[in-house]
Every structure is written in C-alpha cells, then in structure tokens.
C-alpha cells in the first residue's frame, strides 16, 4: 500500500515539474489559478503572454545616487506581440511603494521566441531593504 501510493506521487510530483518547464503562459491558459503561483514566485506574466523573465539594478551617478533598472521581456508563443507598458516600483521595508516609474521599452513588438529590453531610472533609496518590482501596466 504504501509503495503504491510512492508510485502516485512520484508520478504526480514528475507531472508538476514538466508542466511548471512549460512556458507560463502556456500553463495559465490551461491552469488560470497558476498565475497567482507565477507571480508569488516573481515571474510576471502579462495578459498578451509576455513575461519578465530577468530584472536587474545597477546604483551610479555621483555617490551612487541614481538607480538604473533593466530587465528582459520574452515572447513564448508563436505570434508577434505588442509590449504593455511596464511599472518599476521601489518598496520600502513595509511593502509600501516608495517611488514608481514607467519603463522605457527598446523595441514595442516581439516576434515569436524573441525578446526586448526595458530600462529606468529614479533616485536610489536610502539605506538597505527596499525591493525593486517591474509589472505590467495592465496588470496594476
């Protein structure tokens, strides 16, 4: 009995990690609850099935006081795609948004399988623990 039920979840835990190497918008069109998981995990999908797949911060200017965000937008269907426009907020230490401001975006239209970049700037934060999220506008 309990050899059997060893099968059934190796099998279940086997089916879940194939399915999570989909790429996410595949898996949410099939599985809509998924999308929270997505993004309690930091991988924003939008509506169009565009995702964020990277974001990164570099501090620079005088004393370190400009933050530059980049991150990387990817298209994993098998049509072009118009980029949403894309939020970057700072969070304080209390989850509260400090600062917000709209990515520039390089290139509006992604092919099938292609990607873009996306850039801002705003003042960098004083002192440690602030968070740094970029989202989809249609997905305030």
């Known amino acids: ?6 099968i059934v979840a190796s099998a279940a835990s086997g089916a879940l990690v194939q399915i999570f190497a989909l790429p996410p918008v595949k898996v949410i069109g099939w599985l809509p609850a998924t999308r929270g998981l997505y993004q309690m995990l930091g991988v924003p999908v939008s509506d169009r099935g ?13 004393g370190n ?5 980049r991150g990387r937008v990817v298209n ?10 894309i939020v970057v907020r700072l969070h304080d230490t ?20 292609n990607a ?3 850039h801002a700037r705003m003042p960098a934060p004083n002192g440690e623990g602030y968070k ?3 989202r989809f506008s249609e997905q305030q």
């Open 1 to 6: 009995m309990i050899l059997a039920g060893l």
């Open 132 to 134: 740094v999220v970029a």
């Open 50 to 62: 565009l995702t964020i797949v990277k974001v990164w911060t570099v501090a620079s200017g005088p």
């Open 116 to 118: 873009t970049l996306f």
């Open 65 to 69: 006081a400009v933050l530059e965000i």
């Open 94 to 113: 209390n989850g509260r948004t400090a600062s917000s401001i709209r990515a520039r975006i390089d290139t509006r239209t992604i092919g099938p399988g």
């Open 76 to 85: 994993p269907l098998s049509q072009s795609i118009t980029v949403p426009d």
